[in-house]
């Protein structure tokens, strides 16, 4: 029976789709055919809801999320009867990094396993995890970032699969990583930053295949920056219903492999881009901006010791 010997762990919204894509080129690694199988987030439990807002549009994330997700050993374990001979085998759910248990889950199927992470910008992270959320509940961006920010305090800390709308206790990074430093020997760990994959995408990429003991001259192609359409938003309801709306995204997944669908979705943000100017990236307010990095400042600080990087500039105002 084949497992995984490595998984791209997280954190949402950081590019991890892109990697999981650009990986699955190479001809000596296999990546699971769900991006996403959780399995480690439940292992064998039934999942249940228990969110604390009970409204309509929670309990329906949440069984989107259940429909999406492997719980069983032995289906998780089919997402891998494929490989045929390649030397790393992969997949990528960055809720595991987020979710409390699934450490431990993954240390007990998985001891050896190594571990890939990309970190954004907590502040950024939250403010596109809150535009996605928007943008699936199919509203225009008109609900106030800050407060959501402010709701979330009242959602309880294990009702994770509440609506999704953890924004900030997500990108509580030193907490979310400690749990992985403290079972897992740290050469079987690589955590990377957003503005590697934005900045240094070829370094990066040599590097993980490094990491995976693979032929590190492989160049995939990353011209396309996948999700990248999650982060703006058209005024005109028409484009806005082509880029972000379901029903032509479930048409198009009934009907074309998902880089494909990447693909043209991306011609179409770049077509709507040059005919319309007032598809826009909506900005976070500097007031809250700081707020939020004054919240992330501590874990910032212990983060940079924890993975020895640089991460001063994750606590500089930005200028809009």
């Not at 010997?5 to 894509?21: D, E, K, M, P």
């Not at 500097?286 to 400042?297: D, N, S």
Request: proline share 5%.
């Amino acid at each position: 029976m084949t497992l995984p010997n490595f998984l791209i762990i997280g954190a949402q919204r950081s590019g991890t789709t892109s990697l999981y894509h650009y990986l699955e080129q190479h001809p000596e690694i296999y990546m699971s055919p769900i991006k996403e199988p959780k399995f480690f987030v439940f292992d064998g439990e039934t999942p249940q809801f228990h969110g604390s807002s009970g409204t309509d549009e929670s309990k329906a994330r949440y069984e989107a999320i259940r429909k999406k997700s492997i719980t069983n050993f032995d289906d998780y374990s089919a997402l891998f009867r494929a490989v045929s001979g390649q030397k790393a085998v992969g997949e990528a759910s960055p809720h595991y990094l987020y979710c409390p248990r699934s450490a431990q889950r993954i240390k007990k199927h998985l001891p050896e396993v190594k571990l890939i992470v990309i970190l954004r910008n907590p502040v950024d992270r939250a403010y596109s995890n809150f535009f996605l959320k928007i943008q699936i509940a199919e509203r225009q961006f008109l609900e106030n970032f800050e407060q959501a920010v402010q709701d979330e305090k009242n959602r309880r800390v294990e009702d994770i699969w509440d609506g999704g709308k953890h924004y900030i206790r997500k990108g509580f990074y030193h907490s979310h990583l400690t749990r992985y430093y403290d079972i897992f020997d740290p050469k079987q760990i690589k955590v990377y930053l957003y503005e590697d994959l934005n900045n240094h995408l070829s370094h990066l990429m040599q590097d993980i295949f490094r990491f995976l003991n693979v032929n590190e001259s492989f160049i995939p192609d990353t011209s396309t920056r996948f999700t990248e359409s999650a982060h703006y938003i058209a005024q005109n309801a028409l484009e806005n219903s082509l880029l972000v709306k379901k029903w032509p995204k479930s048409l198009a997944r009934t009907l074309l492999p998902n880089k494909v669908r990447s693909g043209i979705k991306q011609k179409l943000m770049s077509y709507f881009k040059s005919k319309n100017q007032d598809f826009i990236k909506p900005q976070l307010p500097t007031e809250l901006r700081q707020q939020l990095i004054e919240v992330y400042r501590e874990d910032i600080t212990m983060l940079q010791q924890l993975i020895q990087r640089d991460l001063s500039q994750w606590l500089e105002i930005k200028k809009n």
